[in-house]
């Protein structure tokens, strides 16, 4: 009984063994990253009391992926989008998720990784609004949070006028109560259905609705940014596509978006 208890006890050490081995020789064993994020946009990156991150969302579920991929630690840096890039320029995060797009602007004092997910634009607008396609926006003040590529969307409307506030639900608060003279919002596709659920009147009725924006340039593709030069670009893209290939990310996305 002894020699026996000997015997499992010796193999549960050396389970234990390999597997820390096996957790040491990953590429960021021992690294503890700090990740920026604006955790305001609704099914990428939102306060949670229940996450044990303090944050849920598909770019919070994607941090998880890679931090166990690559072996690394992280910390959570909660800020304004405008004021991610910065961060990245001043080191003061490692990498930024945040539901952020690659821009040949941004591409100049960051670098991206590999797109991780593409989803469609949406328009929120006022339950009695006859506004309905891109078409109906010109001429019109349509809004989006500040920082984000939707600015330039907004801005190739003809004649439209570009509003800006901070986070997606400012926004849809701006479009309900025709603030600045705003009749329109540009987010996400899921952000414009999370926001005509949840901006409300008194009576619990809908004062927003949403549309598909559709037409060229309307896809939302989303890269994770890293300082120019870091060497977190190929490991974390080597991740993404292990990911990509075994369905993980698909299956995330439609979790979270769909």
């Known amino acids: 009984m002894k020699k026996m208890t000997a015997l499992l006890l010796a193999l549960c050490l050396m389970a234990s063994f390999t597997a820390a081995l096996a957790e040491s020789e990953l590429p960021l064993a021992g690294r503890n990253l700090k990740i920026a994020l604006s955790p305001d946009f609704m099914y990428f990156e939102t306060v949670s009391e229940t996450d044990e991150t303090g944050y849920e969302g598909l770019d919070i579920d994607i941090i998880k992926l890679l931090s166990q991929k690559l072996g690394f630690t992280f910390e959570i840096v909660p800020m304004s989008f405008s004021s991610l890039i910065g961060s990245l320029q001043t080191n003061d995060a490692d990498f930024v998720i945040s539901g952020m797009s690659y821009t040949d602007e941004r591409a100049q004092v960051v670098d991206f990784s590999?797109?991780?997910?593409?989803?469609?634009?949406?328009?929120?607008?006022?339950?009695d609004s006859q506004i309905?396609?891109?078409d109906d926006l010109k001429n019109q003040i349509v809004a989006c949070s500040q920082g984000t590529t939707y600015e330039m969307l907004i801005e190739a409307i003809p004649g439209a006028t570009l509003k800006t506030f901070q986070g997606q639900a400012a926004v849809g608060n701006a479009v309900a109560e025709g603030l600045d003279g705003v009749v329109a919002g540009l987010t996400s596709i899921n952000g414009s259905k999370k926001l005509s659920n949840t901006v409300l009147a008194a009576d619990g009725s809908p004062l927003l609705k949403y549309f598909l924006l559709e037409g060229e340039g309307?896809?939302?593709?989303?890269?994770?940014?890293?300082?120019?030069?870091?060497?977190?670009?190929?490991?974390?893209?080597?991740?993404?596509?292990?990911?990509?290939?075994?369905?993980?990310?698909?299956?995330?996305?439609?979790?979270?978006?769909?």
């Open 132 to 134: 309905a396609s891109y």
């Open 114 to 127: 590999i797109t991780y997910c593409i989803t469609d634009v949406g328009c929120v607008v006022p339950v």
């Open 218 to 258: 309307t896809a939302d593709q989303y890269n994770i940014a890293f300082p120019k030069g870091s060497e977190l670009v190929e490991l974390v893209n080597g991740a993404l596509e292990e990911l990509q290939a075994d369905g993980t990310l698909d299956t995330l996305i439609k979790q979270w978006l769909y």
